[in-house]
């Protein structure tokens, strides 16, 4: 069993940066997909981004596109979210959340491991 740990939340102005980072407590993150997901208050869990095992692959929901980056550092002990020019309304608490089998996907369900979240707050 892997326990994944997100760090980098925290309070933002709209338009601003943060880099979220994930981590396994004890081992590498190197043989999981790994992806990462939120979730506003009153509001469902939604996919942000994911990543392969190789880090070649990349898939992001449509909303980040384009302001969000997904990567691993190269002794796969990390994976980190870049997020740039963040609003208001991308307030939630962040998740990271690993895969054991198969490929990236987007679906929550077909991941098998939660950090406990980490909270993002974008000031209007």
């Known amino acids: 069993q892997v326990q994944p740990v997100e760090s980098g939340g925290g309070l933002v102005q709209t338009g601003g940066s943060l880099r979220l980072s994930c981590a396994a407590s004890?081992?590498?993150?190197?043989?999981?997909?790994v992806g990462w997901f939120r979730q506003a208050p009153g509001k469902e869990r939604d996919f942000v981004a994911t990543i392969s095992r190789s880090g070649d692959s990349t898939y992001y929901a449509d909303s980040v596109k384009g302001r969000f980056t997904i990567s691993r550092d190269n002794a796969k002990i990390t994976v980190y979210l870049q997020m740039n020019s963040l609003k208001h309304k991308e307030t939630a608490v962040y998740y990271c959340?690993?895969?054991?089998?198969?490929?990236?996907?987007?679906?929550?369900?077909?991941?098998?491991?939660w950090g406990q979240g980490t909270q993002v707050t974008v000031s209007s």
């Open positions: 959340a690993v895969k054991r089998r198969g490929v990236a996907v987007t679906a929550t369900d077909r991941y098998d491991y």
């Open positions: 004890g081992r590498t993150l190197s043989s999981y997909v």
